[in-house]
């Protein structure tokens, strides 16, 4: 979220002195990033450092709640329109910038959308191959698949998930029709000729996009799901600008919770608190800034399960609890001394491919096999005689 910040700021600032202007961001929010992204325009080339000066320190501004920022504006947008306010004009091009930059920051690869027959190598979603695969080969029998909820809107873990043929359940059912169906994540995949080792894993994990995806799309009150390769064309006109508009459901819209992708966010967020609910559950986050306070409520609360274990990487965490530079709800959870709660930091060691290098391989462990040894194995066996009988 940080690096998109910055190069909005970047790639749009007459926007950003807009919405500095308007008071919808504050100052602190409004310093360019140093150094420039890779893809922002050069306006004046930077002077060249003289020999042995060392390059000044990374300069980033504070970031805001992208969403919030997006919901502000819409209701203002709204208010203006109403009231024929022309500051609805440059409202609704800040807009459009903003969710630009967010698009930027989710599409990943062109390539991953244009072809399904994609190449993976060099995709840059091998930790999320690796975590996906592991989460799901170390399932026990009778285990429920794994369930990963994510509040990113790009699609790598359903392209990682298809490269290595684990099926996706994400709470859509259909095949050309892809319709919102929450009943789905009742379901599940299971081998009916697995014997023995086979029977060992899962076939498919539950995903739950807490703050929707980048294919969502509404159509007469339902929430659809669309093809990848369908969905591309409006997302790359929108970005070239040859789209005015982006129909599909990225940021939250004004009063959401009254249309349709209320309903679907506020049935994921049911699904994620009744997990989290779960004796003998455990939650690892890796990747989340901790941003959206309506998760933290619930991870907070989350911690009053006698069983829970919750397992957080973050990379700015220096072994300081009290430290500044950690989101706030982190360091109310450092205060609580939880022995549940766990804290992996130190920069780069806590980055997803950390965490996939920290998980185990699968091990199995048949319980039929368990038991069958257990009752194998002598109730009272012979003491062992010291007496080899053959006397003095």
Same mark, same amino acid.
């Given at each position: 979220?940080?690096?998109?910040?910055?190069?909005?700021?970047?790639?749009?600032?007459?926007?950003?002195?807009?919405?500095?202007?308007?008071?919808?961001?504050?100052?602190?929010?409004?310093?360019?990033?140093?150094?420039?992204?890779?893809?922002?325009?050069?306006?004046?080339?930077?002077?060249?450092?003289?020999?042995?000066?060392?390059?000044?320190?990374?300069?980033?501004?504070?970031?805001?709640?992208?969403?919030?920022?997006?919901?502000?504006?819409?209701?203002?947008?709204?208010?203006?329109?109403?009231?024929?306010?022309?500051?609805?004009?440059?409202?609704?091009?800040?807009?459009?910038?903003? *969710? &630009?930059?967010? !698009?930027?920051?989710? %599409?990943?690869?062109?390539?991953?959308?244009?072809? +399904?027959? @994609?190449?993976?190598?060099?995709?840059?979603?091998?930790?999320?191959?690796?975590?996906?695969?592991?989460?799901?080969?170390?399932?026990?029998?009778?285990?429920?698949?794994?369930?990963?909820?994510?509040?990113?809107?790009?699609?790598?873990?359903?392209?990682?998930?298809?490269?290595?043929?684990?099926?996706?359940?994400?709470?859509?059912?259909?095949?050309?029709?892809?319709?919102?169906?929450?009943?789905?994540?009742?379901?599940?995949?299971?081998?009916?000729?697995?014997?023995?080792?086979?029977?060992?894993?899962?076939?498919?994990?539950?995903?739950?996009?807490?703050?929707?995806?980048?294919?969502?799309?509404?159509?007469?009150?339902?929430?659809?799901?669309?093809?990848?390769?369908?969905?591309?064309?409006? *997302? &790359?006109?929108? !970005?070239?600008?040859? %789209?005015?508009?982006?129909?599909?459901?990225?940021? +939250?819209? @004004?009063?959401?919770?009254?249309?349709?992708?209320?309903?679907?966010?506020?049935?994921?967020?049911?699904?994620?608190?009744?997990?989290?609910?779960?004796?003998?559950?455990?939650?690892?986050?890796?990747?989340?800034?901790?941003?959206?306070?309506?998760?933290?409520?619930?991870?907070?609360?989350?911690?009053?399960?006698?069983?829970?274990?919750?397992?957080?990487?973050?990379?700015?965490?220096?072994?300081?609890?009290?430290?500044?530079?950690?989101?706030?709800?982190?360091?109310?959870?450092?205060?609580?001394?939880?022995?549940?709660?766990?804290?992996?930091?130190?920069?780069?060691?806590?980055?997803?491919?950390?965490?996939?290098?920290?998980?185990?391989?699968?091990?199995?462990?048949?319980?039929?096999?368990?038991?069958?040894?257990?009752?194998?194995?002598?109730?009272?066996?012979?003491?062992?005689?010291?007496?080899?009988?053959?006397?003095?």
């Amino acid at each position: 979220m940080k690096a998109m910040w910055s190069e909005f700021l970047w790639m749009s600032p007459a926007e950003a002195a807009w919405l500095g202007a308007n008071s919808l961001i504050s100052a602190a929010e409004r310093v360019t990033a140093l150094p420039r992204p890779a893809n922002a325009p050069i306006v004046v080339p930077p002077p060249p450092l003289p020999p042995g000066v060392a390059p000044p320190p990374p300069l980033l501004p504070a970031t805001p709640n992208i969403e919030v920022l997006a919901d502000k504006l819409e209701i203002a947008i709204i208010e203006w329109e109403r009231q024929g306010n022309a500051l609805a004009t440059p409202a609704k091009g800040a807009r459009a910038a903003l *969710l &630009k930059a967010v !698009l930027r920051a989710a %599409k990943l690869k062109d390539e991953l959308w244009s072809s +399904p027959a @994609a190449d993976i190598a060099g995709d840059g979603l091998d930790a999320h191959r690796s975590l996906l695969q592991k989460l799901t080969s170390a399932r026990q029998p009778g285990q429920a698949p794994p369930w990963i909820f994510t509040t990113n809107y790009d699609l790598a873990i359903e392209w990682a998930a298809e490269s290595v043929d684990i099926q996706v359940i994400n709470g859509f059912l259909g095949v050309h029709n892809r319709r919102f169906s929450p009943q789905s994540f009742d379901l599940g995949l299971r081998n009916i000729q697995a014997r023995g080792e086979a029977r060992f894993g899962a076939y498919n994990i539950y995903l739950a996009k807490l703050h929707g995806s980048l294919t969502w799309k509404e159509f007469e009150h339902d929430l659809f799901e669309v093809p990848a390769s369908q969905a591309w064309p409006d *997302l &790359k006109g929108f !970005l070239d600008g040859v %789209k005015p508009d982006l129909g599909y459901r990225v940021l +939250p819209r @004004a009063a959401k919770y009254l249309q349709t992708i209320g309903y679907v966010l506020g049935e994921l967020f049911r699904r994620f608190a009744e997990f989290l609910a779960r004796p003998q559950a455990a939650l690892v986050i890796a990747g989340y800034g901790f941003g959206d306070e309506h998760i933290n409520r619930l991870i907070r609360s989350a911690l009053l399960n006698p069983t829970l274990q919750v397992v957080i990487y973050l990379p700015e965490f220096m072994g300081d609890p009290t430290s500044v530079a950690l989101p706030p709800t982190v360091r109310r959870l450092l205060a609580l001394q939880n022995p549940r709660l766990t804290i992996v930091g130190g920069g780069p060691d806590a980055y997803l491919s950390k965490l996939v290098e920290h998980l185990p391989n699968p091990v199995i462990f048949d319980e039929n096999l368990s038991d069958l040894e257990r009752r194998l194995r002598p109730r009272h066996p012979d003491p062992i005689d010291d007496d080899d009988g053959l006397g003095d």
